[in-house]
């Protein structure tokens, strides 16, 4: 029974370079969100996506950020080209189908990404 | 924006105290949850009140919503130093989620 897995815990990578970010959801969720949060501040939400489709991206940076849920396998979320200001932690959280138990939220314990 | 904003930043109290968060939000919403985060882990969620509801109870959580001044507030009774972590609030809007800068609880033994 586990809860939502992300991986790594800790990733550094120099600037210019690619940080790929995973996030397993619960068992029998089907919703999964992404979260950026700075030291002392709250959760900044970034995307909202259910398997293959993305629901809502508002809160992307247009440019160097995706997000996808594939049928098969984890949500990734993409950072291309890093720069010191991506340095963040970044939190998956998942949900059951609407109207299934619902509608709060289940945390992983984030990804830690640090640009050199 | 729909994001809550709690109020205080920052909280110290002693064990055994009750602590008081609140939050204020902007919009009308389907219902309001509160949330807490022990440092350098993910958000835990801890109770959820639904827009017809006035007040809510689990365990030693009291929450309350009063949806003409648009504010909730989440009182901890008889705190514990395990308590100590930040709190958030989070709005519910078509299910996207919105969360304010949080409490920051201490609780000294």
């Known amino acids: 029974n586990a809860g939502v897995m992300q991986n790594p815990r800790h990733l550094v990578r120099r600037r210019g370079q690619e940080a790929r970010l995973r996030c397993s959801p619960m068992k029998g969720h089907s919703h999964v969100y992404w979260y950026r949060q700075l030291p002392e501040e709250g959760l900044k939400f970034m995307v909202y996506l259910q398997k293959e489709n993305i629901i809502d991206e508002s809160g992307m940076p247009k440019e160097r950020f995706s997000a996808e849920f594939p049928k098969e396998g984890p949500s990734i979320l993409r950072i291309q080209q890093v720069v010191r200001g991506d340095s963040a932690a970044y939190f998956c959280?998942?949900?059951?189908?609407?109207?299934?138990?619902?509608?709060?939220?289940?945390f992983g314990n984030g990804t830690r990404l640090t640009v050199t | 924006s729909q994001q809550g904003e709690e109020d205080p930043q920052a909280l110290s109290i002693q064990e055994g105290e009750n602590a008081t968060m609140n939050c204020s939000y902007k919009?009308?919403?389907?219902?309001l949850q509160w949330y807490r985060q022990n440092s350098g882990r993910g958000l835990v969620h801890l109770i959820l009140i639904r827009s017809n509801e006035r007040e809510k109870h689990s365990g030693r959580l009291r929450v309350t919503l009063d949806t003409s001044k648009k504010s909730s507030s989440l009182l901890i009774t008889a705190s514990r130093a395990a308590d100590t972590a930040s709190y958030f609030c989070?709005?519910?809007?078509?299910?996207?989620?919105?969360f304010g800068s949080g409490t920051k609880l201490n609780v000294k033994p």
């Open positions: 989070a709005t519910d809007d078509f299910n996207k989620f919105y």
């Open positions: 959280a998942s949900s059951p189908p609407t109207g299934q138990g619902g509608p709060s939220l289940h």
């Open positions: 919009t009308s919403i389907n219902n």
